[in-house]
Each structure stands twice: as C-alpha cells, then as structure tokens.
C-alpha cells in the first residue's frame, strides 16, 4: 500500500485545516484495509495515533483532540480525511497517514502542520 498525504500547511491559531491521504495498490490489498489513521511524531521513534477509523466507521481520538478534530473515509476513493477546527499552537507536528493491513501498518511520508499563535 502506498499512501498520500496532502493539506498542511501553516494556519493561525483557531483556524482549520482538513488533510486528505490516499492510498493505492492492488484491489485485493485495498480491500484489505481495516483500519485507516492518523498519527504524529511523539517521543522517541514512537508515532502516536490523533485519530484511527476502521472500515465499520468505528472512530477513536486522542483526547487532545477530541471535538476538534473529525476523521472520515470514502472508500470508494480509498480517502481518509482528517478535518481539524479551533487548531491551537500544540497541535503543530507533521502529521502521518496510516493503513493497517491484517497486522501490517503502512505508512505515507506525512505532512506538515504549522500553527501559530
């Protein structure tokens, strides 16, 4: 699976931005997909999830970010969005998108999110 991911930028403290990832591959790997996420840098070489959808649109979120941010799929364009509203300083990483595929976790090169205050 090779991912896609677009829509940072730099954005004023309040404002919103919405990222978009597409993967590609082969049918079958696609429609192997369970779960599609977002995640950024934490400490150390670890990634932590911001948000996570699996393909029944069961949705987690870290509590950071809860009722600000809002994760979406069209699996018709093999799409995951990630809208973010009222986006504070803290919230400035790069962001990474994610496709589990049975127990593997692939992963684009991530984008940028800028926020100041």
């Known amino acids: 699976v090779q991912l896609q991911a677009s829509g940072g930028g730099l954005v004023q403290a309040g404002g919103s931005l919405r990222l978009s990832c597409v993967a590609s591959g082969t049918t079958s790997v696609l429609n192997s997909i369970n779960t599609l996420g977002w995640y950024v840098q934490g400490p150390g070489d670890q990634r932590e999830p911001v948000a996570t959808?699996?393909?029944?649109?069961?949705?987690n979120y870290a509590a950071s970010v809860a009722g600000r941010f809002t994760i979406s799929q069209d699996r018709l364009r093999n799409t995951v969005y990630l809208q973010m509203n009222n986006l504070k300083p803290e919230d400035s990483a790069t962001y990474y998108c994610?496709?589990?595929?049975?127990?593997?976790?692939?992963w684009g090169r991530g984008t940028l999110v800028t926020v100041s205050s």
């Open positions: 994610s496709a589990r595929v049975i127990r593997k976790d692939y």
């Open positions: 959808i699996t393909r029944g649109d069961s949705t």
